[in-house]
């Protein structure tokens, strides 16, 4: 079975400008995350989609927004970048909505965001 | 509020010693705890993880973890450790109701 896979691994963009991150989840797994790692912050919680219906936002600003699709891929979109959103960005998925049940969340390779 | 705690930043062990990276929690509820590595730029790799049951859980390439309820400790262990562990460990927890919570990570150097 096919892991989580992002797209693109790398991405440079300039301040000001906007991004979007692509994220396609395990086959059957309903949930997608999004975290954000960087060296000082560690690895923070975005928001969590399931069922295309988001059920969790962490303590970003609006600037970072996503959705998920029918086929539960999610995209991740951050409007007029700032230095400080260079990070690795991380999905991850699981079967079931995270905070109902135990299930084990898979990571995808992440996303190099830097921003010029 | 839930909480995770990884009181080392670095852990520095030889090959073939056993290394253990700690971990501490605070929950309101009965707690699921994971360990993950990470390695190098690449994701998170799922290790192992307690829901309920045997307080060692046994995981991938060796490692085992201890839950130890009265000292809200997550341990993760491993008896003789190999160079190619070396990599960046994170232990996350969840009770239920919140969203999954990572520690900041401990990185393991292990020394040939």
């Known amino acids: 079975k096919a892991g989580v896979t992002q797209t693109p691994r790398y991405l440079i963009k300039t301040r000001g400008q906007q991004v979007t991150l692509s994220c396609s989840p395990i086959?059957?797994?309903?949930?997608v995350s999004w975290y954000q790692q960087t060296p000082g912050q560690g690895l923070q919680f975005l928001f969590e989609?399931?069922?295309?219906?988001?059920?969790n936002k962490g303590n970003f600003p609006g600037r970072f927004s996503g959705r998920q699709f029918s086929n539960s891929r999610s995209e991740m979109n951050v409007s007029t970048l700032e230095l400080g959103d260079s990070a690795l960005y991380l999905c991850?998925?699981?079967?079931?909505?995270?905070?109902?049940?135990?299930?084990?969340?898979?990571f995808g390779p992440g996303t190099r965001l830097t921003v010029l | 509020a839930q909480s995770v705690a990884q009181p080392e930043d670095q852990v520095n062990v030889a090959e073939g010693n056993p290394l253990t990276v700690k971990c501490t929690y605070s929950?309101?509820?009965?707690?699921?705890l994971f360990w993950y590595v990470q390695y190098p730029n690449r994701g998170l790799q799922f290790l192992l993880k307690?829901?309920?049951?045997?307080?060692l859980v046994k995981g991938s390439y060796g490692f085992e973890a201890e839950f130890n309820k009265s000292q809200t400790s997550f341990h993760l262990k491993k008896p003789s450790a190999l160079v190619s562990d070396s990599a960046l460990y994170f232990c996350?927890?969840?009770?239920?109701?919140?969203?999954?919570?990572f520690g900041a990570g401990t990185r393991l150097f292990v020394k040939a």
């Open positions: 991850a998925s699981s079967l079931a909505w995270t905070d109902a049940t135990t299930d084990t969340q898979y």
């Open positions: 086959s059957g797994h309903r949930s």
């Open positions: 989609y399931f069922s295309e219906t988001q059920r």
């Open positions: 929950v309101s509820g009965n707690p699921y």
């Open positions: 307690y829901i309920t049951g045997d307080n």
């Open positions: 996350a927890v969840n009770s239920g109701g919140f969203k999954t919570i």
